[in-house]
């Protein structure tokens, strides 16, 4: 923790004063290591920044400054702010938080801040908007800003937009990474000034990229609350922390499931609390929650408060009823407005002793807890049709959600199980919490075909030349130059092929 701004901080005498920038209880201003190396990159003037740093490092509030210098620096001349997100959940969550601490600052009104997400364009009335591109704040997922910047037609002019691009690591994965360098490709060469924010990326990879978005790149490995990591195996307790790299300590063996865990958790009150346990399916949320349901009343949990009112009567509806008075709850991607609201409130208030939620809570939302429980670190792959291990950037970002800076007094709490030799092989790797994954290309050319027609398509491209220098502007393209001088040769041919088929096909002229 930093006290103070650097001396080049950027920042206006109309933001010092206003309250962006946190401080402690003497006054003073209070910046995580993270943020202040992003006033010395510039960030408040303008300069692009990619910045990795751990959960719970204050990435948020990089974005929140970056936007606000940039709407001070001219938003009476049409400067603009683009929020990126990776779920709605994470989505509708900045969005409230920006429309609080930003919208004050230059008297936005509701209709000045727009929500994308989904099927939805609203502004903060509620009501639904045709012109998203005019207004000062927009945040949304990226599938859906790609959809509407393609839908458009819209080509350069965002000069006067400053991108901010949360969970940036999400141009790696498997099913979304393709949509989301399309998007990147589009807004790296004229966009005025970009933030990528990413809490798992090795520094090989986040030079690469910071290259590609011609951003400065500023990182640290360093937890403003360190971390405990605990894989409890039948035999003995492997432990490791993020103080240091070092190999694993070994234990005494400790109770070997999640129930069993949270009841030796929950017998020291507020020691833990709250706890997060995280899961890879709805299916395994509902039947944890209820199987804790049947022993929270005799946990000592219940207290009285008002229920919340659900306008609907769903099955989620009378489960969290129940659930609530005892102070533990479900969060999965299926809750409506109502019962997110009912969830996170709690969270935000600090009323929840455990919360049962699929990896969306995971993803960004800012939702710190004392303790984290990984009930599961294999998803089915339904086309191998087994179970494998999930990547372990994936299961860092979960990890991370442990460690609160309103506790610094102590560190957060990871907890997971093996219980089988093979998945301890398997397991051991979440403790060296060191090594990530390497960032994967997601655009090659056996997706050419389907990617060149979504291009055409949506207008984004209209001869094969601009195609073709739209692909080789792309990370992947970078990426692969790397290690193949051919790459620019190989993927002219691959493309001629593709567009001969489409041609073939009658999907273009």
């Given at each position: 923790m930093k006290?103070?701004?650097?001396?080049?901080?950027?920042?206006?005498?109309?933001?010092?004063?206003?309250?962006?920038l946190k401080r402690g209880a003497s006054g003073d201003i209070e910046l995580t290591d993270i943020q202040f190396e992003a006033f010395n990159a510039g960030i408040a003037e303008g300069q692009s920044v990619l910045a990795i740093a751990p959960t719970s490092s204050g990435k948020t509030d990089i974005g929140l400054i970056a936007a606000s210098s940039w709407l001070d620096g001219g938003i009476n001349a049409g400067r603009?702010?683009?929020?990126?997100?990776?779920?709605?959940?994470?989505?509708?969550?900045?969005f409230f938080e920006f429309q609080d601490r930003i919208g004050p600052l230059f008297s936005l009104a509701k209709s000045e801040m727009v929500l994308a997400t989904g099927?939805?364009?609203?502004?903060?009335?509620?009501?639904?908007?045709?012109?998203?591109?005019?207004?000062?704040?927009?945040?949304?997922?990226?599938?859906?800003?790609?959809?509407?910047?393609?839908?458009?037609?819209?080509?350069?002019?965002?000069?006067?937009?400053?991108?901010i691009a949360d969970e940036l690591q999400l141009i790696s994965d498997s099913n979304r990474g393709q949509q989301v360098e399309v998007l990147m490709t589009l807004l790296r060469e004229g966009t005025g000034q970009i933030v990528g924010l990413s809490a798992?990326?090795?520094?090989?990879?986040?030079?690469?990229?910071?290259?590609?978005?011609?951003?400065?790149?500023?990182?640290?490995?360093?937890?403003?609350?360190?971390?405990?990591?605990?894989?409890?195996?039948p035999t003995e307790t492997l432990t490791t922390s993020t103080e240091r790299e070092s190999v694993p300590a070994r234990l005494p063996a400790r109770e070997m499931d999640t129930i069993s865990t949270l009841t030796e958790l929950l017998k020291e009150p507020g020691e833990h609390e709250p706890i997060a346990v995280f899961c890879m399916s709805k299916k395994e949320v509902f039947e944890l929650a209820e199987q804790w349901a049947s022993d929270a009343s005799?946990?000592?949990?219940?207290?009285?408060?008002?229920?919340?009112?659900?306008?609907?009567?769903?099955?989620?509806?009378?489960?969290?009823?129940?659930y609530l008075p005892h102070r533990f709850a479900y969060h999965t991607?299926?809750?409506?407005?109502?019962?997110?609201v009912a969830v996170e409130a709690r969270?935000?208030?600090?009323?929840?002793?455990?919360?049962?939620?699929?990896?969306?809570?995971?993803?960004?939302?800012?939702y710190a807890f004392r303790t984290v429980i990984i009930h599961n670190w294999q998803r089915w792959n339904s086309s191998k049709r087994e179970r494998e291990p999930i990547l372990p950037g994936e299961f860092h970002n979960m990890a991370g959600r442990a460690g609160r800076l309103s506790h610094v007094d102590r560190p957060g709490r990871v907890i997971f199980f093996a219980s089988t030799p093979s998945h301890l092989r398997m397991a051991t790797r979440y403790l060296s919490w060191w090594e990530l994954e390497n960032l994967r290309a997601r655009i090659h050319p056996s997706t050419f075909p389907q990617l060149s027609l979504q291009l055409l398509a949506s207008g984004v491209v209209d001869s094969e030349e601009e195609l073709f220098a739209f692909l080789q502007g792309t990370f992947s393209a970078q990426r692969e130059l790397e290690i193949n001088a051919d790459q620019p040769l190989v993927w002219r041919a691959a493309l001629t092929n593709s567009l001969s088929s489409l041609k073939l096909w009658n999907f273009v002229a």
């Open positions: 006290i103070g701004l650097p001396e080049n901080h950027g920042l206006s005498s109309n933001l010092l004063s206003g309250p962006l603009k702010v683009v929020y990126l997100t990776s779920h709605r959940a994470l989505a509708r969550q900045k099927d939805d364009v609203i502004d903060a009335n509620g009501d639904p908007v045709s012109e998203a591109f005019s207004v000062p704040l927009v945040v949304a997922t990226y599938e859906k800003y790609l959809n509407m910047l393609a839908g458009s037609g819209l080509r350069g002019g965002t000069d006067k937009i400053c991108c798992v990326m090795e520094e090989k990879d986040a030079l690469l990229l910071a290259s590609w978005l011609k951003a400065r790149l500023i990182r640290t490995t360093r937890r403003e609350v360190p971390l405990i990591y605990e894989l409890r195996t005799r946990m000592g949990a219940k207290v009285e408060n008002d229920l919340p009112l659900f306008r609907e009567p769903t099955t989620s509806a009378d489960e969290l009823n129940r991607a299926d809750l409506n407005e109502d019962e997110r969270l935000d208030g600090n009323e929840l002793r455990v919360v049962f939620a699929t990896t969306t809570l995971a993803a960004g939302l800012n």
